[in-house]
């Protein structure tokens, strides 16, 4: 089932199921273009993982880590399906990353590997936006990751069976693939990943976890479209402009 938080036309906010023909809640079926598609939930944090594709790291110049390089986005940071994300002024470098985002279903903490899944209320598209200038020159990144809008998720929240272990990733620029790869190209699995963050911070029921991008990250424009395809969920679609 895909189920999707969304603002109907009287301004209620509404969660319902998204089918081939339109979003259902109620017994009603609404357009998705009349209403307002919500981010799939609403996060105390949302914590990424760097690095977790080794294509990506060699790309980056870096070494593939021995443990998961964890950073935190706040809730600031959402933005939905069908969003306009203003670029941070006076930039030289913005890049895009696509991402398969973990939501939490239940709160957790010191999760082992083998019970992590059961913790997994599904999986979403969320595009790791950065600012490269900012982040490239500071410590902790909050410059260069925590910025407004900063992480599109969307469009639904897929359970983990509708989700294949080697699901493809792809994002598009104006309709042309700049990053496509593979869940399965994974460093660290999923488990590995909800154990290792929970050995040190307790995760809430709609917290996310942003499982880290693939090799072919890029720069934005103001005016580009964005689109973040992963099998078994769907299409996150988003634009961004510039001041």
């Not at 603002?7 to 273009?33: H, I, N």
């Amino acid at each position: 089932m895909h189920r999707v938080r969304f603002r109907d036309p009287a301004g209620s906010v509404r969660t319902g199921r998204w089918t081939d023909d339109g979003l259902a809640f109620g017994g009603e079926t609404f357009d998705p273009d009349d209403v307002d598609v919500l981010p799939p939930c609403e996060p105390t944090k949302i914590v990424c993982v760097g690095l977790n594709y080794a294509k990506h790291a060699a790309e980056s110049g870096m070494d593939i880590p021995d443990r998961p390089l964890l950073f935190l986005k706040p809730p600031n940071a959402l933005a939905a399906h069908g969003d306009t994300v203003t670029l941070p002024a006076g930039k030289e470098r913005v890049d895009y990353e696509a991402e398969l985002a973990v939501v939490i279903g239940e709160q957790c903490r010191n999760v082992s590997e083998d019970e992590a899944m059961d913790y997994v209320a599904g999986f979403t598209c969320l595009n790791d936006i950065s600012n490269r200038d900012d982040q490239d020159v500071e410590q902790n990144w909050i410059r260069g990751k925590a910025f407004d809008n900063s992480a599109p998720l969307g469009p639904v929240l897929a359970t983990p069976d509708e989700v294949p272990d080697d699901a493809s990733i792809e994002l598009r620029v104006n309709g042309e693939t700049k990053q496509d790869s593979s869940r399965a190209d994974f460093i660290f699995s999923i488990p590995e990943l909800v154990a290792e963050i929970t050995e040190y911070m307790t995760l809430e029921p709609g917290d996310v976890i942003s499982t880290g991008t693939p090799e072919g990250v890029g720069p934005l424009s103001g005016g580009d479209r964005v689109e973040i395809d992963i099998e078994g969920i769907g299409v996150l679609e988003h634009t961004v402009r510039e001041d």
